[in-house]
């Protein structure tokens, strides 16, 4: 049987050999163009690495029930012995007699496109990378499982009711908690308490996470985004001082929205010179994964008309309006 698979699979090969030929001599002059650039990269950024034993079977995890972190030691346990247990049934349908010809091109399409990916670089083993593999490995799985089945029945009962439970808590999950910053709040705050002249910046380095409040807000003010206006780790005092010389013309109140890293002993002590705090809120998600995407809206009133006739930074409202426009 496997002999008779070899030669199919050989014949395969060889019906592919000219366009993979076709394809890396069409490749070939790409390649040299990007000799020079590459040597001029640090060796470092350019080394080699394998996934390790444990991504290779965290997918197994992702792929079936469980595609998010871990938030307690107890479920990284519990996750990591799923995994091994899903290895185990592969491990079981592959050297289960009845199914070998049955799953030798099922193994090829899930195994042969996998070690590829997994010789060419640790960066493209990733779930999206990687999700046309998912198909095979669930009916590699489920075969592993018919075959503990026809061994001993008690043992894939057991199995079944650990990947029922894994699947439930995975679905439980998916549908209970928000894994995004909580922009629909902030804008909801904003737009409650708004007055006119009002204006808001955001200074959060993520352009995507700024273009999400021009999504949710519907008001008037005009949105900015200014860079280093939110003193952290990273930006310091004459930094902040920089970006406030460079704050478009505020005719009354400005509502400030500051994200990871911010600093709020240092944000009084610079802001307290220019502006006066009115307001302060914070946003989180008390079930998000990500401890540091507590984000900070402030409302500030300045202690005299800011007058400069400095260029305003980007208007992400206007950004925002103009791809929604276009039904994107």
Same mark, same amino acid.
């Given at each position: 049987?496997?002999l008779?698979?070899g ?8 019906? &592919?050999l000219?366009?993979?030929l ?18 001029? =990269?640090?060796a ?16 197994l995890?992702?792929?079936t029930?469980?595609?998010f ?8 346990l519990?996750?990591?012995?799923y995994?091994?247990l ?11 007699? $009845?199914h ?6 099922i ?13 060419v670089?640790k960066?493209l &083993?990733?779930?999206?990378y990687?999700l046309f593999?998912s ?8 075969? @592993?499982?018919? @075959?503990?089945w026809?061994?001993k029945r008690?043992l894939?009962?057991?199995?079944? =009711?650990i990947y029922? =439970? ?5 679905l439980?999950r998916?549908y209970?908690?928000q894994?995004?910053?909580? &922009?629909?709040n ?7 308490n708004?007055?006119?002249?009002d204006t808001?910046?955001?200074s =959060? ?5 700024t273009?999400?409040? @021009?999504?949710y807000? $519907? @008001? ?31 005719s ?18 610079v ?5 006066d ?11 998000f994964?990500?401890?540091n ?5 402030f ?13 305003n ?7 925002s309006?103009?791809v929604?426009?276009l039904?994107?």
């Amino acid at each position: 049987t496997l002999l008779a698979f070899g030669k199919w699979l050989l014949l395969v090969i060889l019906l &592919w050999l000219p366009s993979l030929l076709s394809l890396v001599s069409g490749s070939l002059p790409f390649l040299s163009k990007a000799l020079n650039p590459i040597a001029k =990269i640090d060796a470092s950024a350019t080394r080699h690495s394998f996934p390790s034993f444990v991504d290779v079977l965290r997918k197994l995890k992702n792929f079936t029930a469980f595609p998010f972190p871990s938030t307690s030691k107890v479920s990284s346990l519990f996750y990591q012995a799923y995994s091994l247990l899903l290895a185990a049934l592969v491990g079981i349908a592959i050297i289960h007699k $009845n199914h070998k010809p049955r799953l030798c091109w099922i193994a090829a399409w899930a195994f042969i496109p996998s070690v590829m990916i997994f010789l060419v670089s640790k960066r493209l &083993w990733i779930d999206r990378y990687i999700l046309f593999l998912s198909p095979y490995i669930l009916i590699i799985l489920a075969a @592993g499982l018919m @075959g503990l089945w026809r061994w001993k029945r008690s043992l894939a009962i057991a199995v079944a =009711i650990i990947y029922t =439970i894994t699947v439930s808590s995975g679905l439980i999950r998916y549908y209970t908690v928000q894994d995004r910053q909580d &922009w629909r709040n902030v804008a909801q705050t904003i737009s409650m308490n708004e007055k006119p002249g009002d204006t808001i910046v955001l200074s =959060i380095g993520s352009p995507k996470m700024t273009s999400a409040l @021009g999504h949710y807000y $519907n @008001g008037d003010a005009p949105i900015y985004s200014l860079k280093k206006l939110c003193p952290s780790a990273q930006v310091k005092k004459p930094d902040v001082e920089e970006a406030l010389n460079n704050l478009p013309p505020i005719s009354s109140r400005l509502w400030l929205v500051c994200g990871t890293g911010f600093d709020q002993k240092k944000f009084r002590t610079v802001f307290k010179e220019h502006f006066d705090l009115e307001r302060h809120a914070e946003f989180t998600n008390e079930n998000f994964y990500r401890q540091n995407d507590l984000m900070h809206l402030f409302l500030v009133i300045p202690n005299s008309l800011n007058s400069t006739d400095t260029p305003n930074p980007t208007d992400i409202k206007n950004k925002s309006t103009s791809v929604s426009a276009l039904g994107l």
